[in-house]
Nanobody, 127 residues
Framework: QVQLVESGGGLVQVGGSLRLSCAAS????????MGWFRQAPGKEREFVAA????????YVADSVKGRFTISRDNAKNTVYLQMNSLKPEDTAIYYC????????????????????WGQGTQVTVSS
């Protein structure tokens, strides 16, 4: 497994922006797709965004399309989630996750495809 540490969460007003970072260690980062998921209070964890191992393909949930962007820097072993135009419904704990198989993207929204998870970072959007 890989160790993942998220950062960048916090309190922001409606319409504001945050950039989450997730630093990885313990695995050849550039070989694995990465994902971001979130869990709001009282709700199940849900898919937010994913990116292929080389950054060539990105996927985002319909609920955040046009507002959130996922990217990665393989030289820094880091994946990012840029969040713009934040809404109160974006309030959640955000988790990054590493794919369990190398060089695969299929079923990118399926949490079972990820075998390593960070501890999460809280994002709170106030209205």
């Amino acid at each position: 497994q890989v160790q993942l540490v998220e950062s960048g969460g916090g309190l922001v007003q409606v319409g504001g922006s945050l950039r989450l970072s997730c630093a990885a260690s313990g695995r050849t980062f550039s070989h694995y797709a990465m994902g971001w998921f979130r869990q709001a209070p009282g709700k199940e964890r849900e898919f937010v965004a994913a990116i292929s191992w080389n950054g060539g393909n990105t996927y985002v949930a319909d609920s955040v399309k046009g507002r959130f962007t996922i990217s990665r820097d393989n030289a820094k072993n880091t994946v990012y989630l840029q969040m713009n135009s934040l809404k109160p419904e974006d309030t959640a704990i955000y988790y990054c996750a590493c794919r369990g198989e190398r060089f695969t993207n299929y079923n990118y929204a399926d949490q079972r495809r990820y075998d390593s998870w960070g501890q999460g970072t809280q994002v709170t959007v106030s209205s």
